[in-house]
């Protein structure tokens, strides 16, 4: 791992999303990134899938710094892996997107992402899942006013995004996702509550 460029790949992520919290537990942006980071680095030593995945979310939440700065900063690969895995708010000139349209366009191409694109995508559900966990358990009900989707809505995206990756990605990453569904399913019963109506 280069830890020059890991280093400056860190300064930008505090720089561009230091201030932001995490809509429901306040907690800071940057420690899912950098969650997610960790969690890579046990996997692998490519350092554009290490920098993609700390500044997976810069281009969607961050005005200003845009496609250009990042291939000019970090390169090509990073760019395209970063802009793959990009959710649009409306920004950067891009339409808004719905919830559900935002969520589901990279599930859609998940089969067709760079294997890179694909381990990032699928660890950030993982920590999401599991931050969606220690809420429930923090803060209890309340927190699904927080999401501009329905619980229901919720756990079929999840629960989609668990078919589509059990049957067409083969990587050991799956059991991490797989524990963290089968924690949040057991927790908010959402087979019985939901998935076996849709």
């Not at 201030?19 to 960790?38: D, E």
């Not at 692998?44 to 710094?65: F, N, P, Q």
């Not at 760079?114 to 899942?129: C, G, K, T």
Request: hydrophobic share 35%; with cysteine; proline share 2%.
């Amino acid at each position: 791992m280069d830890l020059n460029q890991s280093t400056r790949a860190i300064e930008l992520l505090f720089k561009l999303q230091g201030n932001q919290k995490r809509k429901v537990s306040g907690q800071p942006v940057v420690a899912h990134s950098l969650t997610i980071f960790m969690i890579l680095m046990e996997q692998t030593d490519d350092d554009s899938v290490l920098i993609a995945a700390l500044l997976h979310g810069v281009l969607r939440d961050k005005e200003g710094y845009t496609y250009n700065n990042l291939r000019s900063d970090f390169g090509i690969r990073v760019a395209q892996i970063v802009e793959e895995l990009s959710e649009y708010k409306g920004s950067h000139g891009r339409e808004k997107e719905t919830w559900k349209e935002r969520k589901y366009r990279p599930l859609g191409g998940f089969s067709k992402m760079e294997i890179s694109s694909q381990m990032i995508f699928l660890v950030s559900r993982a920590v999401n899942l599991t931050s969606l966990v220690n809420d429930y358990r923090c803060h209890g009900e309340i927190i699904w006013g927080k999401f501009n989707a329905t619980e229901a809505d919720i756990a079929r995206y999840y629960n989609d995004f668990f078919i589509i990756v059990t049957e067409s990605f083969k990587h050991p990453l799956v059991e991490r996702y797989y524990q963290a569904y089968r924690e949040a399913n057991k927790l908010f019963s959402w087979e019985e509550r939901f998935l076996n109506n849709s």
